[in-house]
DNA sequence: ATAACAGTTGAACAGTTGTTCAACTGTTGG
DNA sequence: CCAACAGTTGAACAACTGTTCAACTGTTAT
């Protein structure tokens, strides 16, 4: 009797359990695509493109971006800063001028394959 | 003399055509950055990186897509005319259902790079 | 010190986006 | 045929986004 109300209490307990495990992963997965989603975000505005895809070559500063893009430097700078947040770019001092340049490989990848799909 | 001015025009000519050239190709790159700019939008969502992950498993209809992200099947749709729109998913047919699936391995491939990325 | 240049920032505005709701189409089983 | 199910669609609405403008910080050259 006490074993049965034991084992009872053991199922319904370890059954809490995976409850709680599978909802924690749910969680880790929602998590996960949110991330992705506002990965994607950033590279899905032609401003943001247009200056990752100039960075891609080279390092430039804000005002070469402005010439490049044919866009004021306060757009280009509200744009540097989103992505600066999100660590895609990143950016060195030198005198008067910001050099901004792709932070890491993965950002190059990411874009070279977004031109990829898009050339078939 | 007249060899003079033919050979003035013929430079003013070719001067033109190189202007008009790079004018295409920056019009063929703007393209391509809106293009970019484009796709990244459409994964730039987390209802429909959330619709592509569970794709990327398997193809699923709308009613599945609705339970497993929990999410009416009207905002499901909505998504999927966007994706189905854009060539990134595809769907067939049986019976009452539309089994809705990634429209090729150059979508996986973009998704799965991004989650790589969120990964560290 | 100060003028000029390089860039950032916040508020404001228009344009866009995602979800909801209700009405609709299309398919199947009784 | 028609009721029920599966899904689509358009209008409406709130929330968000990107650009502009003006005011600001920081650096350099005179």
Redesign the pocket.
Same mark, same amino acid.
């Given at each position: 009797m006490e074993e049965r109300i034991k084992n009872a209490a053991a199922e319904t307990h370890a059954a809490r359990v995976d409850r709680v495990i599978e909802a924690e992963e749910a969680f880790r997965d929602a998590a996960k695509i949110f991330s992705v989603a506002e990965l994607f @975000?950033l590279f899905?505005?032609?401003? /943001?493109v247009g200056i990752m895809t100039v960075l891609y070559e080279k390092e430039r $500063?804000? $005002? #070469?971006l =402005?010439d490049l893009l044919v866009?004021?430097? =306060?757009?280009? =700078?509200?744009? !540097? /800063? !989103?992505l %600066?947040q999100s660590g895609l770019v990143k950016?060195r @001092? #030198?005198? %008067?001028?910001? *050099? *901004?340049s792709l932070a890491d490989s993965h950002v190059s990848t990411i874009l070279a394959q977004g031109f990829e799909h898009v050339n078939e």
């Open positions: @975000r899905g505005d032609p401003t /943001r $500063c804000v $005002c #070469e =402005s866009m004021t430097v =306060s757009a280009i =700078s509200h744009q !540097l /800063r !989103l %600066k950016y @001092r #030198e005198g %008067k001028h910001l *050099y *901004y």
